[in-house]
């Protein structure tokens, strides 16, 4: 019992946690620390290899991650995408590429604590935020 409140709470401080913004410095210093998942093949969602082509800094909600990422796919530059953005609150984003069968790549994101989340690492994100405030 205890161990499952335990890990309740835990749960439920890690999804607080994670629908925070971050300040530029907490996301710049939580982008460094998961530079390592860039190249990392897994499997996504329909079974398709997908590697993670890089992790970045992006803003914050899913609109303003959404314009982001068509600005990049474009670009093919964060910062460039990054110029309609003038909040201070900051996510951090992987870029995905599917390899799929008939030889076409498609792009997409998800953000850095979903990802862990599904991978079974999010304590790793946990920790690091705790560490930065």
């Known amino acids: 019992m205890f161990e499952k409140e335990g890990y309740y709470f835990l749960t439920k401080k890690f999804k607080k946690l994670a629908k925070e913004s971050l300040s530029l410095n907490e996301a710049s210093a939580l982008c460094a620390e998961h ?5 990392s093949i897994v ?12 992790v970045l800094v992006a803003p914050y909600g899913k609109l303003n991650q959404l314009l982001f990422f068509k600005l990049y796919k474009e670009s093919k530059d964060p910062e460039k995408a990054m110029n309609f953005y003038d909040l201070p609150q900051y996510d951090v984003i992987i870029i995905l590429r599917e390899l799929v069968a008939d030889g076409d790549c498609y792009l997409k994101y998800m953000e850095l604590d979903t990802y862990l989340n599904q991978t079974g690492t999010a304590f790793s994100i946990l920790s690091q935020l705790q560490k930065g405030r």
């Open 35 to 39: 530079q390592h998942l860039a190249g």
């Open 43 to 54: 499997l996504g969602d329909n079974n398709e290899f997908e590697v993670i082509d890089h």
